[in-house]
């Protein structure tokens, strides 16, 4: 290679590196505002958390009831108690009821003790459903249950429909969205501050608490049930939301 090529390469290499530092001082010196205007975004912000609650009146019941047998056999209890069941399914089945299941079975001895000696006096068997009926046809259908068969009422709960919860859980999360922003405003006012934007938004629930069960015994069913039908009344359920903004200034 000549010196004259040789030194020609020489003066480009030599001048790419005197340039360097000035275009990297130039993209520098673009990229710098942007990132300090993203800290200030971080920096300047207030984090306001908002809550929302709707009452909705509750129209449906969910009820668990059975049938529970003694007697002194395994073999004689257990089949009177699936005949007895086998009546109460089918009545819930012709009522129409939704979301009809099988939630505890059992056969057990039955023990007394004498003289601190234990002896199997009979057996125990049981047999418990639970299903989901418009509340204003719950007492109704509880007392032809008992007369059909079932011995045991373990408990009546109340819930809205999934449609009414869902119409709500929306209602609370845009009240819960308000509350956050009124917040916001009360503090950026008292301060003399504005607000600019919305930077973050989280939703920290929108739920409907579990229905709570009433304790129920069949007893006050049977003694109604030769005059009017039970009285079920269901009440209000609450469907809360929480929602979380972060907002800068």
């Known amino acids: 290679m000549s010196r004259a090529a040789l030194s020609g390469s020489q003066f480009r290499i030599g001048k790419f590196w005197q340039t360097l530092p000035l275009a990297m001082l130039v993209c520098v010196t673009f990229m710098q505002p942007g990132l300090a205007q993203e800290k200030e975004k ?68 039955v023990y007394s003790y004498t003289n601190n000696v234990q002896r199997i006096t009979g057996y125990a068997a049981s047999n418990i459903v639970s299903f989901r009926i418009a509340t204003d046809k719950a007492g109704t259908l509880l007392d032809d249950a008992v007369k059909a068969g079932a011995t045991q009422i373990n408990g009546i709960s109340f819930v809205a429909t999934d449609e009414a919860i869902a119409t709500a859980q929306k209602q609370a999360l845009k009240e819960a969205t308000q509350d956050a922003q009124a917040q916001a405003q009360a503090v950026f006012s008292s301060l003399g501050l504005n607000s600019k934007e919305v930077v973050s938004i989280q939703i920290n629930g929108a739920s409907a608490p579990p229905p709570s069960p009433v304790l129920m015994r069949s007893e006050a069913f049977k003694a109604n049930s030769a005059d009017v039908s039970t009285p079920i009344i269901g009440g209000e359920q609450q469907v809360e939301a929480s929602v979380t903004l972060q907002i800068s200034y």
């Open 42 to 109: 971080l920096w300047r912000t207030l984090t306001v958390s908002g809550r929302g609650m709707e009452s909705i009146p509750t129209t449906l019941s969910l009820v668990s009831l059975g049938v529970e047998i003694q007697g002194k056999t395994a073999q004689e209890v257990q089949e009177e108690a699936a005949r007895r069941s086998a009546a109460v399914v089918a009545l819930l089945k012709s009522r129409n009821v939704e979301k009809l299941q099988t939630t505890g079975i059992r056969l057990n001895p």
